[in-house]
Every structure is written in C-alpha cells, then in structure tokens.
C-alpha cells in the first residue's frame, strides 16, 4: 500500500477520534469547566490538521484550494493550550488569567505571514497547488509568507518546546506542594497528564526533525503527519479508556486543601497548604474516584444535605448564571467528587439539575413580585440565574410539565 493512502487511513481515524472526544469534552459534559474546554480545543486543533493532511495526500485540496494553510498558524496554539490545560486541572482554574492573550500573539503574527497567500485569487492558490503536487520536494522550500520557508519551522520548535518544559514544571511543583497521600490520590490524573505532556514532547521532536532533515534532503518529509496520528489516537485511547477524564469528573478537588482562595476565578494562584487534606467528620478522607466508589456514611449524607441546602437557601448562589460544582466545593469545603456523589445520590440528579430546579423553583416563588410585571421573560430568566430564555424554558417545561407563560396563564386563571 503506498504510503500516501497509509497516511489517508490513519489521519481521517485521528480526524473522527479527535473529534468525537472535543465534541464529548465541549457539549456532552454539562459542566463545560474551562480544563475541558482548553483540553477539546487542542483535540479540534488535531482533528481539523488531520482533516488538512487527508485532504493533502488525497490531492483533493486542489478541490478547496482555499483551505490549503487555514490551519497551519493554529499549530502555534497546541503547546499553549495544552499549557493552560494541565494549568487549569493542577490548580483549579475556573477561566483565563489576564495575561493569558499573549499566548495568541505568534499565531496572529503567523496569519499575518500568510496574508499575501491569502489574498491569492482561487485559480492562483490552485495553481501553487498543482506545482507542489507535481513535486513534492517543493514543500520544505517554498514560503507561502513573507519570511522565508525554513523561518516558521525553526521558530515553531522554539515556540512550542517553551511550552512542554512549563507543563513538566507545573507537574513537578504540584507534587512537592502536595502531601504524599494528594499525590497517591491524584496518581491516575498525574500519571495522564504526564502522558498528555510526553506525547506532546515527541511530535515536538518529530517536527523538529523534519525542520531539519526536510530541507537538508529535499523532500517533504512525512514523519510529523504520522507522528500526528499516533498522538491524536493515543490521547484519544487514554480518554475513552478513562471515562473520568473524558467527562471531566476526575481533577484534585479544592477541598484537599483548605487555603484554596476564590481568587482563582480572578486568575491569581491559589494558596495551597501542603500539610493537611479534606476529612470529613468521622476523619475519613475523601478519594478522588468515581461517584460510585465513593463512600458516604448516613451521617455524612445528612450533614452534608443541611450544609448545602442551608448555603443554598442563605445565600442563593443559583442566581449566579456562572455557578458551578466547582465554586460550591469552596463555599461548602467539601471535596469535589465526595459533593457529586451526595447529590447524585440524595437528589438523583446531577448538579446541573439541582442548580436549575432551585432557579425555578426561585421563579415559582417570586411571580407576583411587582418588579417583573414590567420585564420580559428573557429578563426575568436572568434574574432567576439562567443564561438565556430559551435555557430557562426548556428547564422549566422538564421540571413543571408547562412552560413559563403556561404556568402563569393557570395561575391567573
């Protein structure tokens, strides 16, 4: 089989991989906490290059020339993302720091490399096309840009290598921070993103030797594109074979230590006391596992159940459309995994559902208050803590059995 339809095979198998797990990562986990969403976008950046190479070694570019280099500055993106992923999951970030849009800066100064490529009129981009698949060799020594071919290579090793070293570091300071026991604890995630960062480093020296041995040899060298696949499908395994990272139910909880500050949500590094983790009140400590190997004693369930419906009923965090499990593990300082379980078990439901019903339940309470006869329901859905009107609706309806209008039409009548 020649090695172009090889390359065909295996880079559609880590397009639809890629692909199906960000889709998974972005839309299927209810939570959508910024670590999956960092981690679904470096699989859509591999899925759509490896969408690009299909399109390459079957030629049918020529068909979409327009496509040809729309993907390449995203490759800047990886090593960073991938950065602010194993950033957010080792020290509970919630969203970016304010310093973060730096990280945008070479793939924006790339685009603009590629502009005069751009501005290229279709038959003229199809006509480049046609002369680097006559021959090949060409790849690795025309410049589509204004800097020269071999410029982009070079600084993209440089660039992205930056990146590999700071998530080994991140890696190495969570586990001298930690006590032994978090570590033990954490070993699965630990062990993943030392994968995650690995994988990343050996694409890394795959690119770095085709910078190298492509223009040496004159010939487009295809290491990279199979080194792609292999990293593409390797993360992807480890996801599906763990459901608890697939999901995003499996990171530290905040709760393992007690000085987690809420400045997290501002971008500042929390304060973490190495010294002492979570217990609960029989001094039982609470493991980062799957709900339902989770242990909860009949006087743990009822403790926690007054602790978080007295938080809720104080002070109505659910009125925050941005709430999230992950905020009430700071405010009820009970570990992440420990709270899942005991609403999934005590309500039979997930936090989502628990955290919608209090807002309609919120709504039922409050539809005679005089200052929303003169809002709209997109307004009042707002004021009950949901992020859009046709969000609130479709809860409400799920919940009541009638939509909003319905349900104060009979309450009128």
Known sequence: ????????????????????????????????RHSNNMLALVLLIFS????????????????????????????????????????????????????DWW???????????????????YQGKADYLKRLFSNKALQAQLSEGIFPAYVFPLFRVIWLSLFIILNYRLIVQFKKKATPQVVSDNKMLLGWLTIFNGLMAGLLLAVLASSIIAPLKKTNFAVVDFALCITVIVICVQLFIRPNLLYGVYQPGFSYYPNMQKEILLGVSPVIDSQTIHTNENNIKTVDKADKDIAISHPDLNHYKKKVEDFFNDHQPFLNPLYSLELLVIDTNIARNTLSAFINREYGMGFREFLNRYRVNYFISHINNPHWKNLTLEAISAECGFTARSTFIK??????????????????S
Do not use: C, H
Not at 7 to 31: C, T
Not at 50 to 76: A, C, D, G, I, Q
Not at 395 to 412: H, L, R, V
């Open 48 to 99: 759509f290059q490896s969408l690009n190479n299909v399109l390459l070694y079957s030629e049918l570019m020529l068909k979409v020339p327009f496509m040809f280099r729309v993907v390449t500055p995203f490759s800047l993106l990886i090593t960073p993302v991938a950065f602010l992923y194993v950033r957010s999951v080792l020290k509970g970030e919630l969203r970016f720091r304010g310093n």
């Open 1 to 32: 089989m020649p090695i172009e339809q090889i390359d065909i095979i295996f880079s559609f198998i880590s397009f639809f991989l890629a692909f199906l797990a960000a889709g998974i990562l972005r839309w299927v986990n209810k939570e959508q």
């Open 103 to 121: 990280l945008l800066v070479p793939a924006l100064l790339y685009t603009i490399n590629l502009i005069p490529f751009y501005a290229q009129p």
């Open 395 to 412: 809860n409400f309806k799920e919940i009541i059995g009638q939509t909003p209008s319905e349900y104060i039409k009979q309450i009128n």
